[in-house]
């Protein structure tokens, strides 16, 4: 089974920056990471789960949400099968517990980006942006 593993997470103040990394480790030899969409999700107290990114470097495609697009962006280590997620310019609406998850872009159905269902799934990582 494919591994998700995030790591990243911290405490800022507002207008601070930070930078999750999210690294696919496959069970075997043969896995593509071209392959793959990566989501990235946050959860607040409270509050439903957000898609906040979709990316994939085989498709050559990345979408964000409103709530973070231009402050946010997405950049690739693909030798080493990673994606980060660089955050600037927090504000404490930020705060929340973010997620990487990943599946194969050819099991991604229609065109809603921030509507797809991920199998792999890491560990969440705390981010907090203080005012």
């Known amino acids: 089974e494919v591994q998700v593993v995030v790591s990243g997470g911290g405490l800022v103040q507002t207008g601070g920056s930070l930078k999750l990394k999210c690294t696919l480790k496959?069970?075997?030899?043969?896995?593509?990471?071209?392959?793959?969409?990566i989501g990235w999700f946050r959860q607040a107290p409270g509050k439903e789960r957000e898609a906040i990114s979709c990316s994939s470097t085989g498709e050559g495609v990345t979408h964000f949400a409103d709530s973070v697009k231009g402050r946010f962006t997405v950049s690739t280590d693909n030798a080493e099968n990673t994606v980060y997620l660089e955050m600037n310019n927090l504000k404490p609406e930020d705060t929340a517990v973010y997620y990487c998850?990943?599946?194969?872009?050819?099991?991604?159905?229609?065109?809603?980006?921030?509507?797809?269902?991920?199998?792999?799934w890491g560990q969440g990582t705390q981010v907090t942006v203080s005012s």
């Open positions: 496959f069970p075997t030899v043969g896995y593509d990471f071209y392959e793959y969409a």
């Open positions: 998850a990943a599946d194969v872009w050819g099991e991604m159905y229609g065109n809603d980006w921030w509507l797809f269902d991920y199998d792999y």
